[in-house]
């Protein structure tokens, strides 16, 4: 014991100086937690630095992701037939943006820039010579285990990674959720709508006579083969649910793509919803993804983890529609102009909101460009972790959006409209400018065989994108124009290849996903 005394008397000078050390380390660690939101462009509105404490701790994350969801088949976004009502409560809580942008009119390469933060152009996702513009069952092309994924980025500090419903980047192994950040993956490795009775119809075409039958799979296993669809929304909710429950004490990222509305021609949905909607078929899977986001929502509270929870709720692209703009058979856009598969303001504008309580202002809305190449870089900010410098990432940090800071601007100076590989419009500030083109495969205003000329929409007063300001405004066509020059250099341009383009994966002898 004496032993013990003196050392601690001799010891005893040392004390004082490591706890001012620590102190120190405590006081350098917030102060430089508070430059970082600062420097990201948060700025020194006093409501948003009362939010440092929040930011201080780590956010978990959900992405629920909808599949071909139409800007006008929800209520916070002028349906009025379809019924929404947690949608409603998320938006009177929230922030809507109403200029959320993706990357492609299609499921593969929206869903390679979620992941990515990059066109699909950037990492070889938008198109294919087996597949076309979306990935087939039995696909040798995937997303590139070499590109750093979303998952990936925030698994590096230290988040429970998990996916739960439609992948669309690959089927074979190498290619698959577990091998591209998640933790957990529980869902259909394709679109819904390629089942084994869709590929006997189609038969040598894409492998089709190959297809299985539609498989859910749990990580690398399948367990489901032959699922029924009806009850998609559901298993993929319940499955959310418990993903929550076992994830609530530690930071989590949690990637929900559902399978609805989907593109068959009826979606699905449970016998709880099924033939409840004054919207048809397509109205009975929307209102039960609606009761869905209402369910998670329900459980963050439950948990006490709301407050530091993001909730963002938006879609891989816009509706595939009828006809009839305002109709629901197939969902709609309305009121902006065009369907899904093109490159319409319909077919790249999404609904989207964010809920983050305590800290998104409630009932608030962000009219300015923003997209879901975003994702990346603004959850790695709020969470810590480092944005890949070795590639280049397109994506911005938006974080100062999503505050609802005074003042605050879209961070993207550019954005560029493509069909597969073809670059057919672009936007900067308000205007959108379709680029005149000899030859296309799909446009949403020209048509096959005659002489085009230059649209220019501007897409903010211009909601229906009816006014063609072209020749009115012909130093604003020339500017585009010069932009798109400078795209086509990077991403390439109708079958030559971009700068700065890099390869998918791609790998030898693809088998069919089987349940053994």
């Not at 780590?58 to 071909?68: E, K, S, V, W, Y």
């Not at 449970?270 to 048809?280: T, V």
Request: hydrophobic residues 35%; charged residues 20%; negative net charge.
């Amino acid at each position: 014991m004496e032993i013990f005394s003196n050392l601690f008397k001799r010891s005893k000078g040392y004390c004082l100086s490591i706890y001012l050390a620590c102190f120190f380390l405590l006081f350098m660690s917030y102060a430089q937690l508070n430059a970082k939101v600062l420097k990201a462009g948060v700025g020194n509105n006093h409501k948003v630095l009362e939010q440092i404490d929040t930011l201080k701790k780590t956010p978990n994350f959900i992405i629920i992701f909808c599949d071909n969801l139409g800007y006008g088949d929800i209520e916070p976004f002028g349906s009025k037939v379809i019924r929404t009502p947690e949608l409603n409560r998320m938006a009177k809580e929230g922030r809507k943006f109403t200029h959320f942008l993706v990357t492609a009119g299609v499921c593969t390469p929206s869903r390679a820039s979620i992941m990515t933060g990059c066109y699909s152009q950037r990492v070889g996702m938008h198109v294919n010579p087996r597949d076309g513009l979306v990935l087939r069952p039995i696909s040798p092309y995937g997303l590139s285990p070499e590109e750093v994924t979303i998952a990936e980025v925030l698994k590096s500090v230290g988040y429970k990674t998990g996916l739960i419903g439609k992948w669309h980047l690959g089927d074979q192994p190498e290619f698959l959720p577990n091998n591209q950040g998640f933790d957990y993956f529980y869902g259909i490795p394709y679109s819904d709508d390629m089942t084994q009775e869709v590929g006997q119809r189609i038969g040598t075409k894409f492998n089709g006579s190959n297809w299985p039958p539609l498989p859910v799979m749990e990580n690398s296993k399948v367990v489901q083969a032959g699922v029924d669809r009806n009850l998609l929304t559901k298993d993929y909710t319940e499955k959310a649910l418990e993903f929550i429950d076992q994830n609530q004490n530690t930071p989590f990222f949690l990637y929900l793509p559902q399978a609805m509305p989907g593109s068959t021609t009826k979606p699905f949905a449970s016998e709880a919803f099924k033939g409840k909607s004054k919207g048809g078929p397509w109205g009975d899977s929307v209102e039960e993804l609606d009761w869905s986001v209402g369910q998670i929502m329900d459980k963050l509270e439950q948990l006490g983890i709301d407050e530091n929870t993001i909730v963002v709720f938006t879609s891989d692209n816009g509706a595939p529609m009828t006809d009839d703009p305002e109709s629901t058979v197939r969902g709609t856009n309305f009121p902006l102009s065009g369907r899904g598969y093109t490159t319409a303001e319909g077919a790249f504008r999404v609904p989207t909101i964010f809920w983050w309580p305590g800290t998104v202002p409630a009932g608030s809305v962000s009219e300015e460009m923003a997209t879901t190449m975003d994702f990346l870089p603004t959850f790695a900010l709020l969470s810590g972790a480092k944005v890949p410098q070795d590639r280049i990432i397109d994506g911005k940090n938006i974080l100062p959006l999503i505050l609802g800071e005074k003042d605050a601007k879209t961070p993207h100076d550019v954005f560029y409209y493509y069909y597969m590989d073809q670059l057919q419009a672009i936007r900067s500030g308000q205007w959108k400018l379709f680029l005149p083109l000899k030859e296309f495969k799909v446009h949403p205003y020209f048509k096959e065989g005659e002489e085009n000329q230059p649209l220019l929409f501007n897409v903010v007063n211009d909601v229906t994108s009816s006014h063609n300001l072209a020749a009115e405004k012909p130093e604003i066509v020339k500017s585009l124009t010069e932009l798109a020059a400078i795209a086509k250099n990077d991403l390439g341009n109708s079958g030559q290849p971009g700068l700065n383009q890099r390869s998918p994966g791609k790998m030898d002898h693809p088998v069919p996903v089987l349940m053994k």
